[in-house]
């Protein structure tokens, strides 16, 4: 798929003769089929954007400018979550490669491919200028990010450079997925070339065919799930394509398996279906523990924290099912960090795919009989008198009913209860990494990717997301890439004003403190104006939970005129879902004493 936004088209250069290494670079890029590159300026590959510009004519790859380094990865990280491919971000030396870490510690745990270029240098030290190339230099920059992405190298030769690209691009989308990192030596880079080297064959170094599991362990997973008497099936990480959605439905289906999703991962089984067992949440609802507890064969499809859930629904007795997992997360999992979780344990390990092992297990597996469970009345709509997260939800779903949505984020809190997914496309889950900031360049990047599709992107984002990195709107604006930011504006960063009440509570201390240093008011910020400031439009601030539902249906109308819009709807600080997972633990201690 070619780009589709009509770049910011250099003139012709007309010096054509000479050649220089970030000129092959270019070249290979454009032979990866690399459609975007997101960056901030730097001088450290100033050789590389002249070759972007004046080499290939900005254009596949065409340079996207951002205002931070953390929405340039933000956005290749958006995109990957809405497409399924691969896009292009390039920081500027061993500071911008600082300012983009977290949100590539985002891209890593949320297992996205992306391929980061970075520069540094010159490395060749009787080439450096005075003081700036020193400090902008590191002997071993990739360190930087290595304990949290797949693969890094800095290549001395523009074969070399051939090489590296290659084994990024290959090791950024060979599942499970993740960032690769390749340094560009600034001196290299402005080497002059006494010709082009010849490019590769790209096709010929694609990310290998996804391995099956062994016969034998497809079988064993066939008959533990076949003669299950209350099989279930937890939905985690896996494609968003139709024909990967409509397996998960069609397996579930055939064993009559109960099905249990959380928010984490995104929209992954239609909630609406009598099979699944709801609400989705940060953690599992009460129903699906029980339906979970009540199981003798879980099969987990690459689960977010298997060892976890199943503590949360066992506490410190066994876990009675038999566990059948389809992952390849495994390949990932290193020292640095813990974002490998637990080890749970595991019955039958398919070291597959969850897209792979699914098709598998619906042939192999036999139907089994049982009744569908009657689906849940949906609760009825109710008059809210203060403006909730739960009257954001009531407004949002009359103000798109009949328009297809792509849900980029979901602010902490969220009922589960509140929105249903019938498509993959309809939420694309969490950030990955569970920090602060990453929302506003998620939904850019998820927007680019879905433009011109018909399908409306709307990151519903807490206020402290949207004004950690609010300068993500630029971006948009200028590049007519159409999204709605719906901020939930309680005003303070209350999750953590929550954890101070209960730190309060057990030591006996005043929870009327717990609003000291986390409340944003006095003055409150205005939401829609930082937004206009940037080009995009703004809504808000709206406080009436009647009002809402038209703000939103605006904002909708605008999106598919191809506007940006935000709107600022001030919610009552508080929750409506239990984010903290220690609800449990603090009764089951309770209970204890």
């Not at 391929?115 to 080439?127: E, H, S």
């Not at 139709?242 to 089984?269: C, H, M, N, Q, Y």
Request: net charge neutral; charged share 20%.
């Amino acid at each position: 798929m070619k780009p589709t936004i009509v770049p910011e088209t250099p003139l012709p250069s007309t010096s054509r003769d000479e050649l220089w290494s970030s000129d092959a670079i270019a070249r290979m890029l454009q032979a990866l089929d690399v459609p975007w590159v997101a960056l901030v300026p730097g001088a450290s590959f100033r050789g590389l954007h002249d070759s972007l510009v004046n080499h290939i004519g900005n254009q596949h790859p065409q340079m996207l400018l951002c205002l931070h380094e953390q929405h340039a990865i933000a956005m290749a990280h958006g995109y990957a979550k809405a497409s399924g491919r691969m896009m292009g971000a390039i920081l500027h030396s061993n500071v911008g490669l600082l300012n983009g870490s977290m949100a590539i510690f985002n891209a890593w745990c949320d297992r996205v491919p992306m391929l980061i270029l970075g520069a540094t240098g010159p490395w060749d030290a009787a080439k450096r200028r005075p003081w700036i190339d020193w400090i902008h230099t590191a002997s071993d920059q990739g360190a930087l990010i290595r304990g949290f992405t797949k693969w890094d190298n800095q290549p001395a030769s523009v074969p070399a450079a051939y090489d590296a690209l290659l084994r990024a691009a290959q090791m950024a989308t060979t599942a499970p997925c993740g960032p690769t990192y390749v340094n560009l030596d600034a001196g290299l880079q402005e080497a002059k070339l006494g010709g082009l080297p010849p490019l590769p064959d790209a096709s010929r170094f694609q990310a290998p065919e996804p391995p099956r599991p062994a016969p034998e362990l497809m079988a064993r997973a066939a008959a533990l799930l076949s003669g299950a008497a209350a099989p279930v099936i937890m939905v985690g990480r896996g494609r968003r394509t139709i024909e990967s959605w409509r397996a998960r439905v069609a397996l579930a289906e055939k064993l009559g398996a109960r099905v249990v999703t959380d928010l984490k991962p995104g929209a992954s089984f239609p909630t609406r279906h009598p099979l699944h067992v709801g609400p989705p949440g940060t953690y599992l609802s009460e129903a699906a523990v029980r339906v979970v507890r009540e199981a003798d064969v879980v099969l987990a499809l690459d689960w977010i924290d298997l060892a976890g859930t199943l503590k949360q629904v066992y506490a410190d007795q066994p876990v009675g099912a038999k566990i059948v997992s389809a992952s390849v997360d495994v390949h990932l999992h290193r020292g640095f960090g813990m974002e490998y979780f637990g080890l749970p344990p595991v019955d039958v390990q398919l070291l597959a795919e969850p897209d792979v092992a699914v098709p598998l297990l619906l042939e192999a597996c036999r139907a089994r009989a049982h009744t569908p469970p009657p689906r849940a009345p949906e609760p009825a709509r109710r008059p809210h008198e203060v403006l909730s997260l739960r009257a954001v939800a009531d407004a949002l779903n009359e103000a798109t009913e009949g328009i297809d949505v792509c849900l980029t984020r979901l602010p902490l809190g969220w009922p589960g209860e509140g929105r249903h997914f019938d498509h993959p496309l309809d939420y694309l889950g969490g950030d990955g990494g569970a920090g602060v900031g990453a929302g506003p360049g998620l939904t850019v990047g998820a927007a680019l990717a879905l433009k011109g599709t018909g399908r409306v992107t709307i990151g519903m984002l807490g206020d402290g997301d949207y004004l950690m990195s609010v300068t993500a709107l630029w971006t948009a604006a200028h590049y007519k890439i159409p999204a709605l930011f719906l901020i939930c504006n309680n005003r303070s960063f209350y999750n953590d004003e929550a954890h101070q009440e209960r730190v309060a509570r057990l030591r006996g201390r005043p929870v009327e403190n717990k609003w000291i240093g986390q409340r944003i008011n006095e003055p409150d910020i205005d939401l829609a104006m930082l937004a206009v400031a940037q080009g995009a439009k703004g809504i808000g601030p709206v406080t009436d939970p009647d009002k809402l539902r038209s703000a939103i249906a605006q904002g909708v109308r605008a999106v598919q005129d191809g506007d940006v819009v935000v709107i600022d709807a001030r919610v009552r600080p508080g929750y409506d879902a239990d984010i903290s997972g220690e609800r449990a633990a603090m009764q089951e201690r309770m209970a204890r004493r």
